[in-house]
T-cell receptor
Framework: KAGVTQTPRYLIKTRGQQVTLSCSPI?????VSWYQQTPGQGLQFLFE???????NKGNFPGRFSGRQFSNSRSEMNVSTLELGDSALYLC??????????????FGPGTRLTVL | GQNIDQPTEMTATEGAIVQINCTYQ??????LFWYQQHAGEAPTFLSY??LDGLEEKGRFSSFLSRSKGYSYLLLKELQMKDSASYLC????????????????WGLGTSLAVNP
Protein backbone atom coordinates (compact mmCIF):
# COMPACT_ATOMS: atom_id res chain seq x y z
CA LYS A 1 0.00 0.00 0.00
CA ALA A 2 1.29 3.43 -0.84
CA GLY A 3 1.77 5.72 2.13
CA VAL A 4 0.36 9.15 2.81
CA THR A 5 1.56 11.68 0.27
CA GLN A 6 1.70 15.44 0.62
CA THR A 7 2.37 18.08 -1.98
CA PRO A 8 4.24 20.25 -2.29
CA ARG A 9 7.10 19.26 0.00
CA TYR A 10 8.46 22.79 0.27
CA LEU A 11 6.87 26.22 -0.18
CA ILE A 12 8.10 29.75 0.19
CA LYS A 13 5.49 32.50 0.41
CA THR A 14 5.36 36.11 1.51
CA ARG A 15 3.18 37.69 4.16
CA GLY A 16 -0.39 38.29 3.07
CA GLN A 17 -0.41 35.55 0.45
CA GLN A 18 -2.48 32.43 0.68
CA VAL A 19 -1.44 28.81 0.28
CA THR A 20 -3.09 25.47 -0.42
CA LEU A 21 -1.55 22.20 0.71
CA SER A 22 -2.66 18.79 -0.47
CA CYS A 23 -2.77 15.40 1.21
CA SER A 24 -3.61 12.00 -0.25
CA PRO A 25 -4.36 9.42 2.44
CA ILE A 26 -3.63 5.73 2.36
CA UNK A 27 -6.10 3.95 0.11
CA UNK A 28 -9.18 3.00 2.12
CA UNK A 29 -8.57 5.51 4.90
CA UNK A 30 -11.45 7.93 5.36
CA UNK A 31 -10.01 10.16 8.04
CA VAL A 32 -7.45 12.88 7.43
CA SER A 33 -6.07 15.04 10.21
CA TRP A 34 -3.87 18.10 9.79
CA TYR A 35 -1.17 19.28 12.18
CA GLN A 36 1.21 22.18 12.44
CA GLN A 37 4.65 21.40 13.85
CA THR A 38 7.09 24.04 15.08
CA PRO A 39 10.11 23.69 17.36
CA GLY A 40 8.59 25.87 20.04
CA GLN A 41 5.01 24.60 20.01
CA GLY A 42 5.46 21.01 18.91
CA LEU A 43 2.65 19.29 17.06
CA GLN A 44 -0.64 21.15 17.18
CA PHE A 45 -3.89 19.74 15.90
CA LEU A 46 -5.62 21.79 13.24
CA PHE A 47 -8.63 19.73 12.20
CA GLU A 48 -9.85 16.32 11.17
CA UNK A 49 -11.97 15.43 8.18
CA UNK A 50 -13.95 12.23 7.87
CA UNK A 51 -16.08 11.36 4.87
CA UNK A 52 -15.91 14.94 3.55
CA UNK A 53 -17.05 16.46 6.88
CA UNK A 54 -14.96 18.37 9.38
CA UNK A 55 -15.40 16.30 12.49
CA ASN A 56 -12.94 17.77 14.96
CA LYS A 57 -11.25 21.13 15.18
CA GLY A 58 -8.31 22.57 17.08
CA ASN A 59 -7.81 26.12 18.25
CA PHE A 60 -6.55 27.85 15.13
CA PRO A 61 -7.96 31.05 13.64
CA GLY A 62 -10.37 31.04 10.74
CA ARG A 63 -7.52 31.77 8.32
CA PHE A 64 -6.87 28.04 8.48
CA SER A 65 -9.44 26.00 6.62
CA GLY A 66 -9.68 22.69 4.91
CA ARG A 67 -11.84 20.36 2.95
CA GLN A 68 -12.01 16.74 1.95
CA PHE A 69 -13.09 15.32 -1.36
CA SER A 70 -15.11 12.22 -2.12
CA ASN A 71 -11.92 10.25 -2.79
CA SER A 72 -10.73 11.19 0.75
CA ARG A 73 -7.99 13.50 -0.54
CA SER A 74 -7.80 16.61 1.56
CA GLU A 75 -6.61 20.15 1.10
CA MET A 76 -5.68 22.72 3.69
CA ASN A 77 -5.75 26.43 2.98
CA VAL A 78 -4.11 29.24 4.89
CA SER A 79 -5.09 32.77 3.92
CA THR A 80 -3.38 36.06 4.73
CA LEU A 81 -0.15 34.37 5.69
CA GLU A 82 1.77 35.60 8.73
CA LEU A 83 5.42 35.05 9.61
CA GLY A 84 4.33 32.80 12.47
CA ASP A 85 2.71 30.40 10.02
CA SER A 86 6.15 29.15 9.00
CA ALA A 87 6.11 25.52 10.06
CA LEU A 88 6.00 21.91 8.97
CA TYR A 89 2.44 20.96 8.10
CA LEU A 90 1.72 17.28 8.53
CA CYS A 91 -1.29 15.32 7.54
CA UNK A 92 -2.17 11.93 8.94
CA UNK A 93 -4.67 9.37 7.77
CA UNK A 94 -6.41 6.60 9.60
CA UNK A 95 -9.13 4.13 8.83
CA UNK A 96 -11.47 5.12 11.64
CA UNK A 97 -10.32 8.55 12.72
CA UNK A 98 -10.05 10.21 16.10
CA UNK A 99 -13.39 8.82 17.26
CA UNK A 100 -12.05 5.32 17.60
CA UNK A 101 -8.72 3.76 18.25
CA UNK A 102 -6.74 3.53 15.11
CA UNK A 103 -3.17 4.55 14.59
CA UNK A 104 -2.50 7.52 12.41
CA UNK A 105 -0.11 7.30 9.50
CA PHE A 106 1.71 10.53 8.79
CA GLY A 107 2.82 11.96 5.50
CA PRO A 108 6.28 13.51 5.01
CA GLY A 109 4.94 17.00 5.54
CA THR A 110 5.02 20.31 3.69
CA ARG A 111 7.64 22.76 4.91
CA LEU A 112 6.14 26.26 4.61
CA THR A 113 8.34 29.31 4.95
CA VAL A 114 6.71 32.74 5.12
CA LEU A 115 9.00 35.69 4.39
CA GLY B 1 -6.27 23.63 31.07
CA GLN B 2 -4.68 21.11 28.80
CA ASN B 3 -1.05 20.27 29.22
CA ILE B 4 1.38 17.48 28.45
CA ASP B 5 4.84 17.39 29.95
CA GLN B 6 7.80 15.32 28.88
CA PRO B 7 11.53 15.79 29.46
CA THR B 8 13.14 17.76 26.67
CA GLU B 9 16.23 15.62 26.25
CA MET B 10 17.59 12.30 27.44
CA THR B 11 20.82 10.46 26.81
CA ALA B 12 21.43 6.74 27.12
CA THR B 13 23.97 4.11 26.12
CA GLU B 14 23.57 1.44 23.48
CA GLY B 15 22.23 -1.77 25.01
CA ALA B 16 20.77 -0.02 28.05
CA ILE B 17 17.16 0.62 29.11
CA VAL B 18 15.58 4.07 29.14
CA GLN B 19 12.23 5.27 30.47
CA ILE B 20 10.61 8.37 29.01
CA ASN B 21 7.91 9.86 31.21
CA CYS B 22 4.83 11.80 30.21
CA THR B 23 2.37 13.55 32.50
CA TYR B 24 -0.83 15.07 31.26
CA GLN B 25 -3.73 17.23 32.29
CA UNK B 26 -6.75 17.27 30.00
CA UNK B 27 -10.43 17.98 30.47
CA UNK B 28 -11.30 14.48 29.25
CA UNK B 29 -9.21 11.40 28.57
CA UNK B 30 -9.80 9.00 25.74
CA UNK B 31 -6.46 7.31 25.11
CA LEU B 32 -2.73 8.00 25.03
CA PHE B 33 -0.36 7.46 22.13
CA TRP B 34 3.40 7.31 21.76
CA TYR B 35 5.03 8.18 18.47
CA GLN B 36 8.64 8.15 17.32
CA GLN B 37 9.98 10.88 15.05
CA HIS B 38 13.42 10.79 13.49
CA ALA B 39 14.92 14.09 12.46
CA GLY B 40 13.45 15.32 9.21
CA GLU B 41 10.90 12.54 9.07
CA ALA B 42 7.22 12.11 9.92
CA PRO B 43 6.11 10.62 13.26
CA THR B 44 5.46 6.88 13.31
CA PHE B 45 3.12 5.10 15.71
CA LEU B 46 4.61 3.13 18.59
CA SER B 47 1.88 2.36 21.10
CA TYR B 48 -1.60 3.10 22.40
CA UNK B 49 -2.95 2.86 25.98
CA UNK B 50 -6.50 3.51 27.08
CA LEU B 51 -6.68 1.29 30.18
CA ASP B 52 -4.29 1.27 33.12
CA GLY B 53 -1.35 -1.05 32.86
CA LEU B 54 1.54 -2.06 30.69
CA GLU B 55 1.42 -2.74 26.96
CA GLU B 56 4.44 -4.58 25.63
CA LYS B 57 5.50 -4.65 22.02
CA GLY B 58 8.93 -6.09 21.40
CA ARG B 59 11.66 -3.84 22.78
CA PHE B 60 9.13 -1.09 23.50
CA SER B 61 6.59 -1.02 26.33
CA SER B 62 4.17 1.68 27.38
CA PHE B 63 2.52 2.13 30.76
CA LEU B 64 -0.52 4.17 31.76
CA SER B 65 -1.97 5.32 35.08
CA ARG B 66 -5.12 7.33 34.45
CA SER B 67 -5.57 8.28 38.10
CA LYS B 68 -2.11 9.84 38.13
CA GLY B 69 -2.25 11.33 34.64
CA TYR B 70 0.98 9.53 33.91
CA SER B 71 2.50 7.35 31.24
CA TYR B 72 5.93 6.14 30.38
CA LEU B 73 7.59 4.59 27.35
CA LEU B 74 10.22 1.98 28.12
CA LEU B 75 12.85 1.18 25.54
CA LYS B 76 15.01 -1.90 26.13
CA GLU B 77 18.23 -3.05 24.49
CA LEU B 78 18.76 0.39 23.02
CA GLN B 79 20.15 0.64 19.53
CA MET B 80 21.72 3.60 17.79
CA LYS B 81 18.70 3.81 15.47
CA ASP B 82 16.52 4.56 18.52
CA SER B 83 18.00 8.06 18.58
CA ALA B 84 14.91 10.12 17.80
CA SER B 85 12.26 12.32 19.32
CA TYR B 86 9.51 10.50 21.26
CA LEU B 87 6.14 12.18 21.29
CA CYS B 88 3.40 11.60 23.83
CA UNK B 89 -0.13 12.48 22.67
CA UNK B 90 -3.41 12.36 24.55
CA UNK B 91 -6.78 12.08 22.88
CA UNK B 92 -8.93 14.61 24.64
CA UNK B 93 -12.69 14.30 24.79
CA UNK B 94 -13.87 17.38 26.66
CA UNK B 95 -17.14 17.13 28.59
CA UNK B 96 -20.08 18.81 26.84
CA UNK B 97 -18.21 18.70 23.56
CA UNK B 98 -20.29 15.93 22.06
CA UNK B 99 -18.19 13.68 19.91
CA UNK B 100 -15.51 16.27 19.37
CA UNK B 101 -12.07 14.86 20.05
CA UNK B 102 -8.59 16.09 19.38
CA UNK B 103 -5.08 14.90 19.94
CA UNK B 104 -2.96 17.03 22.24
CA TRP B 105 0.75 16.54 21.79
CA GLY B 106 3.72 16.96 24.06
CA LEU B 107 6.77 18.75 22.70
CA GLY B 108 8.67 15.48 22.48
CA THR B 109 11.69 14.00 24.20
CA SER B 110 14.85 13.99 22.15
CA LEU B 111 16.71 10.76 22.92
CA ALA B 112 20.37 10.40 22.04
CA VAL B 113 21.78 6.87 22.14
CA ASN B 114 25.55 6.79 22.46
CA PRO B 115 27.83 3.86 21.64
Amino acid sequence: KAGVTQTPRYLIKTRGQQVTLSCSPISGHRSVSWYQQTPGQGLQFLFEYFSETQRNKGNFPGRFSGRQFSNSRSEMNVSTLELGDSALYLCASSAVGLAGYNEQFFGPGTRLTVL
Amino acid sequence: GQNIDQPTEMTATEGAIVQINCTYQTSGFNGLFWYQQHAGEAPTFLSYNVLDGLEEKGRFSSFLSRSKGYSYLLLKELQMKDSASYLCAVRDRPPNAGNNRKLIWGLGTSLAVNP
